[in-house]
């Protein structure tokens, strides 16, 4: 007689498989656990794990605790203490919900469970062997609850062997209890492996102090944070300044309503939020607080609880963006630099020699410093910083560099007096080194005149368009079909970028007017270069977005550049504006324009300190 294809499988079996939705490996066991003791009430956990997990988890929480009858219900399938009806699911207050957590451990490990509730004068415990039930027996125990997971996946040596070494195992388990200990403030929390311990977090300090415990007090002493509450949406951030970017995501940590989640809309406006502040390729470092009613948003979307579903996502974006972006602008974001450690060197004459390129470099630096404090600077060429307008419509060719002066919204520099005391000095016709209160900043001279012009040109498009002059001349030039197609949809956008062009015969383009500020650009390469932008990214990029990349191309192009020697009417004026723009403390690439140097640092590294 032939067998049936198709089989009913066991419970326990049944069990397995689901329990592979929530449990994937230790650290998912110590996040359900952690979760229900926060549930419970619990003012303090203990996590104590061996082997990474694998061998043990033991949490230990001062919760509510359940007496025998909850206690043998806890690890049945979709048990809970925490829904009655289908109305409860759209106002989840809690962090478990489904009942799933405990009967998964259960399934595919030896657990046992020891509580017990303030008003019983004993305890209770059971103990489960993948899904196999012991009787609740009754037991000494403290108040709460005490839970014991033993060798995980011990039943199931395909899922095992999945499990990597006990320091990768931990490093999984640490960052579950990172998330936790963020957005549990409140509660006292100790973690230890293989009887070591190796973080005990108090009860009521801050997120300030927190991130110094678990990530060090450098970066929590450099977090920004702000708070906003607007249109049902609380925020709550501490935001890393732009030069403690790092490679990848892993340091953006999001809560909702006291739930690490991760979505794709709040890290989009952080991303955002950080645009033009740092490179494309960085990412920032973030720990973003939102507390949203839970009827607007849906957390049963997966079994581990990570993703939501907003009602309204273009609502909490927005909000994100606005109130990290509006921070960040009136922050100030300056680097700081640093010294190289600090080293005795006793005698002179270990040191090895100067390499003929280093002594050549020292000589043109002591040569630079004689200049500055012994001759008057000389007058190397015309203020780039003047704007001298023409009666005519043509295009004169070569004429001096536009600059902020030709937006009325910006005060005309007055010209420093003879005599005059400066306060900075040009190193290498790159780098402005400028004295401050506290000691003295080194400035990268093309970086910060980039970010200025992108401002300025970003602010004349919001009033309309920049402003253009007409070339002497049309400067035609022939094109891909590609380049015309993107042309043919994006006139609007070239007009507004102060850029006249037109058809002037078949595959070919007429240049007839460019923006003034790029006086000292090609015109026909920039426009090439923009119509293969324009082509390369149009389909996949936001209008927005390209705007802005087209605008640091151009502010790239026109700004100043390293190697080019400045008058100092030319750096006074930069400084000024400097201290009139905007987000000034990165170029729109995101590099650094700023570094700042403190007198208390230089003052050690001469030994003063002390003095």
Do not use: W
Not at 186 to 210: D, F, K, P, Y
Request: charged share 25%; hydrophobic share 40%.
């Amino acid at each position: 007689m032939q067998m049936a294809k198709i089989a009913v499988l066991d419970d326990a079996m049944i069990n397995m498989i689901a329990a592979g939705e929530v449990i994937e490996r230790p650290g998912s066991v110590v996040k359900e656990l952690l979760e229900n003791s926060i549930d419970a009430g619990a003012s303090s956990v203990a996590v104590e794990v061996e082997e990474g997990g694998r061998d043990l988890i033991r949490v230990i929480d001062d919760g509510a605790g359940m007496d025998s009858g909850d206690l043998a219900l806890a690890f049945e399938p979709h048990a809970t203490s925490k829904i009655r009806t289908d109305a409860d699911l759209a106002a989840i207050h809690t962090m478990g919900f489904r009942g799933e957590a405990l009967a998964s451990i259960a399934a595919v490990a030896r657990v046992s469970a020891t509580s017990r509730t303030a008003d019983s004068i004993s305890g209770c415990r059971v103990e489960i062997d993948c899904g196999r039930t012991v009787a609740v027996r009754p037991c000494a125990a403290a108040v709460g609850t005490t839970i014991e997971v033993r060798n995980l996946f011990y039943k199931l040596p395909a899922r095992r062997k999945f499990l990597r070494s006990a320091n990768t195992e931990m490093s999984h388990i640490s960052e579950h209890f990172t998330r936790i200990a963020l957005a549990q403030d409140g509660l006292e929390l100790a973690l230890s492996h293989n009887g070591r311990q190796t973080c005990h977090l108090l009860s009521g300090q801050g997120i300030r102090e927190r991130v110094a415990v678990l990530f060090g007090e450098g970066l929590a002493e450099d977090l920004i944070e702000t708070s906003r509450a607007e249109r049902g949406i609380q925020i709550r951030a501490f935001l890393a300044k732009p030069a403690a970017a790092r490679a990848g995501s892993s340091y953006q940590y999001v809560f909702l309503n006291g739930r690490f989640i991760r979505d794709k809309f709040i890290l989009h406006a952080v991303k955002e939020a950080y645009r033009g502040l740092m490179e494309p390729n960085r990412f920032p470092v973030v720990f973003l607080f939102v507390r949203i009613p839970p009827e607007d948003f849906d957390i049963n979307v997966h079994p581990t609880k990570v993703e939501v579903r907003f009602d309204n996502a273009n609502l909490v974006h927005s909000e994100v963006l606005s109130a990290l972006r509006d921070k960040l602008l009136s922050a100030n974001l300056d680097v700081g630099g640093s010294f190289p450690a600090d080293r005795d060197i006793a005698f002179d004459s270990l040191r090895p020699a100067d390499s003929p390129q280093e002594a050549a470099r020292k000589q043109r630096v002591q040569q630079a410093m004689e200049d500055f404090f012994d001759k008057p600077a000389p007058s190397r060429r015309q203020n780039a910083f003047e704007f001298q307008p023409s009666d005519s419509n043509t295009r004169a060719m070569p004429r001096p560099r536009p600059q902020i002066e030709d937006f009325p919204s910006f005060e005309t520099p007055a010209v420093q007096s003879a005599g005059a005391v400066k306060n900075f000095l040009q190193v290498h016709n790159s780098y402005i080194l400028m004295q401050s209160e506290d000691g003295f900043v080194v400035i990268d001279q093309h970086a910060l005149h980039e970010r200025i012009l992108y401002e300025q040109m970003c602010r004349r498009l919001r009033e309309g368009s920049l402003p253009s002059q007409r070339l002497l001349m049309p400067h035609a030039f022939e094109v891909t079909r590609a380049q015309l197609g993107v042309f043919e949809s994006r006139r609007q956008l070239f007009e507004n970028l102060g850029m006249e062009l037109d058809l002037f015969g078949p595959g070919t383009l007429a240049l007839r007017a460019f923006p003034a500020l790029l006086d000292q650009v090609d015109p026909v390469e920039f426009t090439r270069e923009m119509l293969d932008k324009l082509a390369d990214e149009a389909a996949e990029t936001d209008a927005e977005r390209l705007l802005h990349e087209l605008l640091d191309m151009a502010a790239c192009k026109a700004a100043i550049k390293a190697g080019q020697p400045l008058s100092d009417d030319e750096i006074a004026q930069l400084l000024k504006d400097k201290d009139i723009v905007q987000r000034t403390s990165r170029c729109p690439h995101g590099r650094p324009t700023t570094i700042a140097f403190s007198l208390k640092e230089l003052e050690k590294q001469f030994k003063r300190t002390g003095f």
